[in-house]
């Protein structure tokens, strides 16, 4: 199986500030890898599929990059809504592995 | 509007069985390939499996630590998928989710998730 490496682990930042969030993946999977945002009691939703692509009703301030086995996830302007854990997958093959996920707290 | 409505978990002794049902509403259920993630108290998400739609083959493909115990069906007639958890261990306890899947540029994504059902094996 591909294995899926987030950094950090956690993070603590402010409203307003910029943030990266970085997945490595164990294998080329070009661009096959998508970012979720998980809340306390809700389920995950889908942000960012294909490393780049935001998912309708996204917003903007949330963007992916990245290709091969390196992929960031950035928070152009962090929100109050945004404090939450961040998890990468894999879409290039069974078994669609996630990262250990990045708890992002406010400071 | 779209919605999985899931069913069917609670507190199973070791060794046991439990179903866990999604009803799926608001979309082509029938053209759908949906899976299964679970997510163990203080730990990330793990891919349970996946049934593709009965017009794609509706091949079925599990993670390996559940291979031979978790079977995942589907009803059409009832716009339901099913997950059949046998022979369930502690390290089983978790919220498991349903999911809609979707494929994107290629890539394979989690597009649309039910609410969770928690499952909790302990004597």
């Known amino acids: 199986d591909i294995q899926m490496t987030q950094s950090p682990s956690s993070l603590s930042a402010s409203v307003g500030d910029r943030v990266t969030i970085t997945c490595r993946a164990s294998q080329n999977i070009n661009i096959y890898l998508n970012w979720y945002q998980h809340k306390p009691g809700k389920a995950p939703n889908v942000l960012i599929y294909?490393?780049?692509n935001l998912q309708s009703g996204v917003p903007s301030r949330f963007s992916g990059s990245g290709s091969g086995t390196d992929f960031t996830l950035t928070i152009s302007s962090l929100q109050p809504e945004d404090f939450a854990t961040y998890y990468c997958q894999q879409g290039s093959s069974i078994s669609y592995t996630f990262g250990q996920g990045t708890k992002l707290e406010i400071k | 509007e779209v919605q999985l409505v899931q069913s069917g978990g609670g507190l199973i002794e070791p060794g046991g069985s439990l179903r866990l049902s999604c009803v799926a509403s608001g979309f082509p259920f029938n053209d759908a390939w949906m899976s299964w993630v679970r997510q163990a108290p203080g730990k990330g998400l793990e891919w349970i499996g996946r049934?593709?739609?009965?017009?794609?083959?509706?091949?079925?493909d599990y993670a390996t630590p559940v291979k031979d115990r978790f079977t995942i069906s589907r009803d059409d007639s009832k716009n339901t998928v099913y997950l059949q958890l046998s022979s369930l261990k502690t390290e089983d306890t978790a919220m498991y989710y349903c999911i809609w899947d979707m494929y994107g540029s290629g890539s394979y994504y989690f597009y649309f998730w039910g609410q969770g059902i928690l499952v909790t094996v302990s004597s």
């Open positions: 294909a490393a780049s």
């Open positions: 049934i593709k739609s009965k017009a794609a083959g509706g091949a079925i």
